[in-house]
Protein backbone atom coordinates (compact mmCIF):
# COMPACT_ATOMS: atom_id res chain seq x y z
CA UNK A 1 0.00 0.00 0.00
CA UNK A 2 1.28 3.43 -0.79
CA UNK A 3 0.97 6.19 2.18
CA UNK A 4 0.95 9.55 1.59
CA UNK A 5 1.05 12.44 3.53
CA UNK A 6 -1.92 14.32 1.47
CA UNK A 7 -6.17 14.30 1.53
CA UNK A 8 -6.39 11.52 -1.05
CA UNK A 9 -9.55 11.45 -3.47
CA UNK A 10 -10.32 9.06 -5.96
CA UNK A 11 -12.16 10.58 -8.86
CA UNK A 12 -15.01 7.88 -9.49
CA UNK A 13 -16.65 9.65 -6.34
CA UNK A 14 -18.18 12.41 -8.02
CA UNK A 15 -21.43 11.54 -8.22
CA UNK A 16 -22.70 13.11 -5.38
CA UNK A 17 -20.41 16.34 -5.85
CA UNK A 18 -22.29 16.48 -9.35
CA UNK A 19 -25.32 17.16 -8.02
CA UNK A 20 -24.12 19.67 -5.01
CA UNK A 21 -21.73 21.55 -7.16
CA UNK A 22 -21.85 23.82 -10.14
CA UNK A 23 -19.40 22.89 -12.92
CA UNK A 24 -18.56 26.33 -14.11
CA UNK A 25 -18.47 29.58 -12.00
CA UNK A 26 -21.67 31.39 -13.40
CA UNK A 27 -19.71 34.97 -13.88
CA UNK A 28 -16.12 34.21 -14.79
CA UNK A 29 -13.78 36.97 -16.00
CA UNK A 30 -10.07 35.20 -17.09
CA UNK A 31 -8.57 38.31 -17.70
CA UNK A 32 -8.63 39.18 -13.66
CA UNK A 33 -6.64 36.39 -12.91
CA UNK A 34 -2.68 37.32 -11.88
CA UNK A 35 0.03 34.86 -13.07
CA UNK A 36 1.36 33.39 -9.68
CA UNK A 37 3.45 30.74 -10.61
CA UNK A 38 5.27 29.67 -13.43
CA UNK A 39 4.21 25.97 -15.26
CA UNK A 40 7.06 26.65 -17.49
CA UNK A 41 9.46 25.63 -14.30
CA UNK A 42 7.15 22.77 -13.96
CA UNK A 43 7.63 21.76 -17.54
CA UNK A 44 10.79 22.24 -17.77
CA UNK A 45 11.53 19.91 -15.27
CA UNK A 46 9.46 17.31 -16.56
CA UNK A 47 11.45 17.46 -19.96
CA UNK A 48 14.47 17.17 -18.42
CA UNK A 49 14.56 14.80 -16.41
CA UNK A 50 11.94 12.40 -16.67
CA UNK A 51 10.62 10.09 -19.11
CA UNK A 52 7.20 11.54 -20.15
CA UNK A 53 5.04 11.88 -22.64
CA UNK A 54 2.95 14.74 -23.85
CA UNK A 55 -1.10 13.05 -23.29
CA UNK A 56 -2.32 16.35 -25.36
CA UNK A 57 -2.20 20.20 -25.52
CA UNK A 58 -4.36 22.51 -24.34
CA UNK A 59 -5.60 25.79 -26.07
CA UNK A 60 -6.79 29.01 -24.55
CA UNK A 61 -6.73 31.82 -27.05
CA UNK A 62 -3.25 32.20 -28.03
CA UNK A 63 -1.45 30.52 -24.64
CA UNK A 64 -0.99 26.58 -25.37
CA UNK A 65 0.50 24.21 -22.07
CA UNK A 66 1.19 20.87 -22.85
CA UNK A 67 -0.71 18.39 -20.41
CA UNK A 68 2.60 16.06 -19.69
CA UNK A 69 2.14 11.93 -18.09
CA UNK A 70 5.78 10.99 -16.09
CA UNK A 71 5.71 7.53 -16.56
CA UNK A 72 8.14 5.44 -14.26
CA UNK A 73 8.34 1.88 -15.31
CA UNK A 74 9.51 -0.53 -12.64
CA UNK A 75 8.47 -3.59 -15.08
CA UNK A 76 5.76 -4.31 -12.73
CA UNK A 77 2.19 -5.83 -13.22
CA UNK A 78 0.07 -3.07 -11.44
CA UNK A 79 0.19 0.43 -12.19
CA UNK A 80 -0.32 3.24 -9.97
CA UNK A 81 -1.83 6.62 -11.76
CA UNK A 82 -1.26 9.94 -9.90
CA UNK A 83 -3.02 13.04 -10.80
CA UNK A 84 -2.22 16.81 -9.04
CA UNK A 85 -2.80 19.82 -9.98
CA UNK A 86 -6.43 19.04 -11.45
CA UNK A 87 -7.14 22.67 -9.09
CA UNK A 88 -4.18 25.34 -9.74
CA UNK A 89 -4.85 26.88 -6.76
CA UNK A 90 -3.58 24.12 -4.97
CA UNK A 91 -0.08 23.43 -5.75
CA UNK A 92 1.67 21.25 -2.58
CA UNK A 93 -0.10 18.15 -4.98
CA UNK A 94 2.05 19.40 -7.70
CA UNK A 95 5.25 19.92 -5.50
CA UNK A 96 4.37 16.48 -4.05
CA UNK A 97 4.06 14.82 -7.53
CA UNK A 98 7.52 16.44 -8.23
CA UNK A 99 9.43 15.32 -5.04
CA UNK A 100 7.92 11.86 -5.62
CA UNK A 101 9.14 11.75 -9.48
CA UNK A 102 12.38 12.31 -7.81
CA UNK A 103 12.77 10.21 -5.38
CA UNK A 104 10.48 7.45 -6.16
CA UNK A 105 13.04 5.11 -7.64
CA UNK A 106 14.85 5.40 -4.18
CA UNK A 107 12.00 3.69 -2.08
CA UNK A 108 12.43 -0.56 -2.54
CA UNK A 109 8.47 -0.84 -1.75
CA UNK A 110 7.42 1.19 -4.57
CA UNK A 111 9.36 -1.30 -6.95
CA UNK A 112 6.09 -3.14 -7.10
CA UNK A 113 4.25 -0.83 -9.02
CA UNK A 114 4.71 1.24 -12.77
CA UNK A 115 3.43 4.94 -12.16
CA UNK A 116 2.07 7.02 -14.28
CA UNK A 117 2.37 10.58 -12.74
CA UNK A 118 0.41 14.17 -14.50
CA UNK A 119 1.94 16.44 -12.64
CA UNK A 120 -0.82 19.46 -13.57
CA UNK A 121 -4.02 18.53 -15.16
CA UNK A 122 -4.93 22.03 -15.00
CA UNK A 123 -1.60 24.13 -16.46
CA UNK A 124 -3.42 27.57 -16.96
CA UNK A 125 -4.85 27.30 -12.98
CA UNK A 126 -1.69 26.18 -11.94
CA UNK A 127 -0.21 29.09 -13.38
CA UNK A 128 -3.24 31.50 -11.96
CA UNK A 129 -3.55 30.04 -9.17
CA UNK A 130 -6.94 29.40 -9.96
CA UNK A 131 -9.27 26.17 -9.00
CA UNK A 132 -10.69 26.93 -12.26
CA UNK A 133 -9.51 26.75 -15.78
CA UNK A 134 -10.08 29.43 -18.09
CA UNK A 135 -13.16 28.77 -19.30
CA UNK A 136 -14.68 29.14 -15.76
CA UNK A 137 -15.06 25.30 -15.26
CA UNK A 138 -14.21 23.47 -12.13
CA UNK A 139 -11.88 20.28 -14.09
CA UNK A 140 -12.92 18.19 -10.58
CA UNK A 141 -16.29 18.60 -11.17
CA UNK A 142 -16.46 18.01 -14.85
CA UNK A 143 -15.40 14.18 -14.64
CA UNK A 144 -18.41 13.49 -13.26
CA UNK A 145 -20.67 14.64 -16.70
CA UNK A 146 -21.92 12.71 -19.33
CA UNK A 147 -20.64 15.37 -21.59
CA UNK A 148 -17.23 17.06 -20.35
CA UNK A 149 -16.72 20.44 -20.84
CA UNK A 150 -13.48 20.69 -20.25
CA UNK A 151 -10.36 19.93 -22.77
CA UNK A 152 -8.72 19.07 -19.21
CA UNK A 153 -10.99 16.35 -18.76
CA UNK A 154 -11.41 15.28 -22.17
CA UNK A 155 -7.31 14.78 -22.44
CA UNK A 156 -7.31 12.51 -19.50
CA UNK A 157 -10.70 9.96 -20.07
CA UNK A 158 -9.56 9.65 -23.89
CA UNK A 159 -5.47 8.90 -22.74
CA UNK A 160 -6.91 6.57 -19.76
CA UNK A 161 -10.01 4.79 -20.92
CA UNK A 162 -8.63 1.15 -21.48
CA UNK A 163 -5.67 1.56 -18.44
CA UNK A 164 -6.67 -0.38 -15.88
CA UNK A 165 -4.59 1.18 -12.53
CA UNK A 166 -4.67 -0.78 -9.40
CA UNK A 167 -4.96 2.16 -7.66
CA UNK A 168 -5.55 5.45 -8.54
CA UNK A 169 -4.78 8.75 -6.65
CA UNK A 170 -5.50 12.30 -7.14
CA UNK A 171 -3.91 14.40 -4.47
CA UNK A 172 -5.65 18.12 -3.66
CA UNK A 173 -5.47 20.34 -0.58
CA UNK A 174 -7.25 22.62 1.55
CA UNK A 175 -7.77 26.12 0.72
CA UNK A 176 -6.77 28.81 3.06
CA UNK A 177 -8.85 31.32 1.92
CA UNK A 178 -12.23 28.67 1.59
CA UNK A 179 -12.32 27.96 -2.05
Not at 20 to 28: D, F, G, N, R, Y
Not at 66 to 72: A, D, G, L, S, T
Not at 88 to 97: F, H, K, R, T, W
Not at 106 to 121: A, G
Amino acid sequence: VISCTLCILFLPSCIYIKTTMPIQVKEWNRSSNKKTNDYLQIETFIRNNTVHSSLGIVVYDNLKYNMYEVYINNNAHEEVLIFSGVHGNEPAGVLSSIKLIENISKIDRYKKYNFRIVPVVNPWGYEYSSRYNADGIDINRDFSNEQTLSQEANILIQHYKTIQPKIVIDLHETNYNGE
